[in-house]
């Protein structure tokens, strides 16, 4: 927490005839940012790996079936969790083995489903047209039996009838209209054999939509409407017997298909991270980053795998001269508590902290809990808040991370609505152990300016923590750095002083003006100064040694007075965070002020307590999606502009859940 998880630089060179325990090792352990040899001196020398085409080939195939069996079966569950990753040159014998046996099982009884249905389908689509055609009381064969008449039955454009009456005048024809459909009539068109092809042209300029018939029907419609319908009837119930049968096989096979398909996923990712390797004649290059806990871990499994075979090397970050010289930067691993951890994805929407940053996620989680509940307190919205974030948390698993964000947004409001005393609105049920916010505008608004000096002083002292870290020790006299950092907190001790106890004195106020006009000059002068000694050590002198110089003061002064004005707008900004609990509050008094205007005129009956349900649920949804919006405003620009600047690369593990079930889902379609 507030570190990323420590790395160390692995590389390891293995025999060709153990890189795929190796490669098993390495998933078992999850942990490996790969780094591709290509992009490393020895990528650059020609030493590339090559993945083996055949066997992926053979994984893509099986992968195809598996899927094709899963959406047949109507399988659908969250993949099993597998603890040993499988070796891809030996596990693959087995799944097309094991895929073939619950093939050989399935097969038919899902060939005949698949049959019926396409059976009902052609059986349906034919009634929706003969239903058309069913006013012409005539036998569907003797149409076809006609020999000098050619016919077409179809739609077309109740506009476009008279024209195409017209343009049939020069050939014997006969339009017999049967029925309209949504402005389209429903048409029988009929002309000589050796006239057919006039006949098409002039119905296909009309925007003609042919309805296709089958020579084999005969009858008339009715009767033939009455045959099919006897034959759909029997169909669907074959149907339903074959759909039971499939879910005894579902029961039966499902949960071994989905472990199988794991394995198989699990297994072909590792074969296409062969990408990334290197070989030199019969051994197989493998770099990249792992936790600096698993490497001990790592190194005996492998020299076990490989009878010590294995060369294994280790090297920390502050000894590779690429991290040094800022070429090659490392892979960001957040290490978080699990209740914090969903609020990574926040953090990465800003971006991805750099190694030497602090990591801002739990700052994040704490002041995005206590900023919503704070402007969404009420203990009926947060209970609600609580079971929605629950049943995404059960019921959806993609979203699972969100679904614990709402549960404790929703135990946030609930703590803030007890001490606002306030549940659905009501303000009369529970004592406030705090304030009733509509009653203490003036106190609420200074408790919130007070957040935001604290929240962005944590900024500035965050951002003096990077800029330590990270060598920039240049800017510690800028605006942005511990001179601007005094200053702020000069002017809000100053504040301070004057809320709780009164005007400063004389004294107080002459010191703030010489420590204020000593730091506003040490920020301005910063920049020109350093350019000043820049221009010295690179020996120039005379008039070129101050050219300029007016233009980079101008620069300079601009700067400084931009940001000081910002700290000042980002401070009052945090006064919304009142506004918005007060707004929170206003709606539950129009919601309950419109539902006394219902109880006046129909009494206190249904529609009385439909409004104030109604009005609960536009609040919930409306004022909830508000605070979440002004929240992350508030985190983004107030807070995390103050000290993060990300440019941060994530960390790749070897195993991307997300990447195994987007790669599986394409295999699918």
């Not at 669907?236 to 039966?252: F, I, P, R, S, V």
């Amino acid at each position: 927490m507030f570190r990323p998880v420590k790395l160390t630089r692995v590389t390891i060179q293995t025999p060709e005839d153990h890189i795929s325990e190796v490669m098993a090792i390495m998933g078992d352990l999850r942990l490996m940012h790969l780094i591709r040899v290509e992009d490393t001196p020895l990528g650059h020398m020609g030493y590339i790996a090559h993945v083996n085409t055949e066997l992926l080939g053979r994984y893509d195939a099986l992968l195809i079936r598996f899927n094709k069996l899963l959406e047949a079966l109507q399988v659908s569950s969250h993949p099993p969790v597998i603890h040993q990753t499988p070796r891809p040159d030996k596990v693959i014998f087995r799944l097309e083995e094991e895929c073939a046996t619950i093939e050989k099982k399935s097969i038919e009884t899902l060939e005949q489903k698949q049959n019926l249905q396409n059976i009902l389908g052609e059986h349906q689509a034919l009634i929706a047209r003969l239903r058309l055609l069913e006013p012409l009381e005539i036998d569907i064969d003797r149409l076809f039996a006609l020999r000098y008449t050619t016919f077409q039955t179809g739609l077309i454009p109740e506009e476009n009838f008279q024209r195409l009456q017209t343009s049939l005048d020069g050939i014997q024809h006969s339009l017999i209209p049967i029925n309209n459909k949504e402005g389209r009539i429903v048409l029988l068109a009929m002309a000589l054999k050796e006239d057919e092809a006039i006949l098409l042209r002039a119905l296909k300029s009309a925007f003609w939509d042919p309805l296709e018939l089958n020579t084999e029907l005969q009858g008339t419609v009715t009767s033939i409407l009455e045959k099919i319908g006897a034959e759909e009837q029997e169909a669907k119930k074959g149907l339903a017997d074959l759909e039971t049968t499939c879910k005894e096989l579902a029961l039966q096979f499902g949960e071994k298909l989905l472990f199988l398909r794991e394995e198989l996923l699990l297994a072909r990712q590792l074969l296409l991270a062969q990408e990334k390797f290197g070989q030199i004649d019969h051994m197989y290059l493998l770099s990249g980053w792992l936790p600096k806990a698993l490497f001990k871990d790592l190194k005996q499994r492998i020299m076990a795998a490989c009878a010590g075979k294995a060369i294994i090397e280790q090297v920390d970050h502050e000894e590779i001269k690429e991290v040094r010289s800022g070429i090659l930067s490392i892979p960001i691993l957040f290490n978080n508590p699990a209740l914090i951890r969903p609020f990574e994805r926040l953090t990465t929407l800003y971006g991805t902290p750099t190694y030497e940053e602090v990591e801002p996620t739990g700052f994040l989680a704490i002041t995005f809990l206590l900023l919503f509940g704070m402007m969404f307190g009420d203990v009926g919205h947060g209970a609600v808040l609580c079971v929605l974030g629950y049943i995404i948390f059960k019921k959806m698993y993609r979203y699972i991370d969100y679904g614990i964000i709402l549960m404790e947004c929703g135990l946030s409001a609930i703590v803030f609505g007890i001490l606002y005393g306030s549940i659905f609105g009501l303000e009369d049920l529970i004592p406030a152990l705090w304030m009733h916010p509509m009653e203490n505008i003036n106190y609420f608004m200074a408790v919130t300016a007070a957040i935001g000096v604290a929240m962005i002083s944590t900024g500035l002292i965050l951002n003096l923590i990077n800029i330590l870290r990270q060598h920039r020790y240049k800017e510690l006299f800028s605006a942005s750095g511990l001179a601007g950092a005094l200053l702020y907190w000069l002017l809000a001790a100053l504040g301070v002083r004057y809320f709780l106890v009164g005007p400063p004195t004389a004294f107080e106020i002459a010191f703030a003006k010489v420590t204020g006009g000593i730091l506003f000059t040490l920020m301005i002068l910063q920049r020109p100064v350093r350019l000043l000694l820049a221009r010295r050590n690179q020996n120039k002198k005379g008039p070129l040694l101050i050219q300029g110089m007016a233009i980079t003061f101008l620069e300079s002064l601009i700067d400084v007075l931009d940001e000081l004005l910002r700290y000042f707008a980002n401070t009052v900004s945090f006064v919304r965070i009142a506004a918005f609990a007060l707004a929170h509050a206003g709606l539950f008094f129009a919601v309950f002020t419109l539902a006394d205007m219902i109880q006046h005129t129909h009494g206190q009956g249904f529609f009385y307590w439909l409004t104030l349900f109604v009005g609960n649920v536009i609040i919930i949804g409306l004022e909830g999606l508000v605070v979440s919006i002004q929240t992350i405003r508030l985190e983004y620009y107030e807070f995390f502009s103050k000290f993060f600047r990300g440019g941060g690369k994530p960390f790749q593990p070897l195993f991307d859940e997300k990447g195994t079930k987007e790669n599986s889902s394409h295999q699918t379609r």
